[in-house]
């Protein structure tokens, strides 16, 4: 057996013990290593525990609903670490996101979720009252950037049909929508 099979068995056992896991705290767990695994950049802690605690169908990102950092890393049975130097939570090692990536059926449809779950973002009452003359994102907002940012990477890559009138509501009014400003601003 090889070093990489032997890391591999363990991340399967890990995973099947988090799928174990109580309902909220296998779906937080899996929906963290989603989000780590496939998304464009490294995320900091404030976006993954904004992109954890929004719901689809609310007209606003409720903070109750927001999970701390420490039941994120907590919920994921040490697959997940938190770098205090760059304020970035990240995944043990890149050996894990090679492994996630050779999985796919670890995840179902993972950039059509990320895409469904910027465009809800972005068209939240918060977001879209935004002034677009702002220069930056708020630091109330900390998920606006990525959202405005690589949605329309992540509806590439796959698109359901979720996505499609999500995606009409915020083109409907782009140009007034402070994501298009921070879209300039960061391209």
């Known amino acids: 057996m090889t070093k990489q ?22 779906r937080l767990a899996m929906d963290a290593l989603m989000w780590m695994s496939h998304s464009e950049r ?11 605690g929004l719901e ?24 997940i670490t938190v770098d205090s130097r760059s304020s970035t939570i990240r995944l043990v090692h890149f050996t894990l996101q ?33 002034s677009p003359t702002l220069e930056c994102a708020p630091p109330t907002t900390p998920f606006l950037e990525y959202a405005s940012c690589y949605w329309g990477h992540h509806a590439r890559k796959e698109t359901t049909e979720r996505v499609i009138p999500l995606a009409l509501r915020l083109l409907d009014k782009f140009d007034d929508h402070i994501s298009c400003k921070l879209l300039v601003l960061t391209n």
């Open 5 to 26: 099979e032997n890391v591999g068995d363990v991340y399967a056992v890990t995973l099947k013990r988090i799928k174990a896991q109580n309902g909220s705290k296998s």
């Open 98 to 130: 090679e492994y996630l990536h050779a999985n796919p059926t670890l995840f179902q449809g993972p950039h059509s979720k990320m895409a469904e779950v910027c465009l809800t973002y972005l068209n939240f009452d918060s977001i879209r009252n935004l």
């Open 56 to 79: 689809f169908g609310t007209p606003d990102l409720d903070i109750d609903n927001v999970p701390s950092v420490r039941t994120i890393v907590e919920c994921s049975l040490g697959l």
């Open 42 to 52: 490294r995320l900091t802690q404030d976006e993954l525990r904004e992109v954890l």
